[in-house]
């Protein structure tokens, strides 16, 4: 049996996430129905992680086990899956590489426009108050989750965890003035669901005013909800870097065609 490392990037607008699901369509599902297609029996894919409906990924990988290549796999897919996946490498890889748990690092961008733009709504999320936010109290609020590791007040109900415990390395808005638009960079060695897009909803209501930092503050460390819990729209949050150790190479090739 080999087993194959698939890097791939989505544009995830018109798919319910990545993991299957019995009445929506998502990307899972979508590149199963190809492979198994391609080999005429079936295939199981394994993700790197979970995506939400509508949240889209510059670089996930994923793997999965067959006995045999298909001659111009790559290509094949990329003609089957459509404009808004594209597969960007595919090849044999260790059967100690698995997508998910062998991940290190997982990094996030959360892209904020203040000018409502009909051309990248897909990707950016436009805050009509954005004239009103006081960044400097959103970088704080950024900061501020950096002495933290335990997270259940930024988890989605409903979520199956076993820990919510997480250990961030970057936290952090970063303004562009010129163009009124920012980015909430955010990366750690794992997340929870919902959680990036309850922290945005967070920064956000701290730059308008309607919680404090303390609040927040407090909130985290009691392990309660924060008030006026606010969840940021899905489009405008991106998977954009997945880090594994060295021996595995990943990202390291780009396919043509």
């Known amino acids: 049996m080999k087993r194959f490392l698939v890097e791939l990037s989505y544009n995830g607008t018109r798919y319910s996430g990545w993991q299957i699901q019995p009445t929506a369509m998502t990307i899972q599902e979508v590149i199963q129905k190809a492979l198994t297609k391609l080999y005429n029996e079936p ?26 290549e298909v ?12 404009r808004d996946i594209a597969i960007l490498d595919l090849r044999e890889t260790t059967e ?42 959103m970088q704080a609020a950024a900061s501020l989750l950096l002495n933290y590791t335990d997270f259940l007040s930024f988890c989605k109900t409903g979520g199956n965890n076993k820990t919510t415990l997480c250990t961030l390395t970057e936290s952090k808005w970063y303004v562009h003035p010129e163009t009124k638009e920012m980015e909430y960079h955010i990366a750690a060695n794992r997340f929870l669901r919902g959680m990036v897009r ?24 009691a392990k309660n909800r924060i008030e006026k819990s606010l969840s940021a729209p899905a489009n405008g949050l991106s998977l954009v870097h997945i880090e594994y150790p060295e021996e595995f190479q990943c990202g390291a090739k780009t396919i043509k065609g």
């Not at 001659?71 to 897919?77: F, P, R, S, V």
């Not at 959360?110 to 954005?130: A, C, I, M, S």
């Not at 209501?205 to 609040?215: A, P």
Request: net charge positive.
């Open 43 to 68: 295939i199981i894919v394994v993700g790197c992680g979970r995506t939400d409906a509508g949240v889209h990924a510059q670089q996930f990988f994923a793997h999965f086990d067959v006995e045999y």
């Open 71 to 82: 001659e111009y796999l790559a290509y094949k897919l990329n003609r089957m899956l459509g």
């Open 96 to 137: 100690r590489f698995h997508a998910r748990f062998s991940a290190k690092k997982r990094k996030y961008i959360y892209r904020v426009k203040g000018l409502k733009d009909p051309f990248r709504n897909e990707w950016t999320t436009f805050v009509l108050k954005y004239d009103d936010l006081d960044f400097d109290k």
């Open 198 to 221: 309850l922290i945005v909803g967070m920064c956000l209501n701290v730059g308008l005013g309607k919680i404090t930092l303390q609040q927040v503050k407090e909130a985290i460390e």
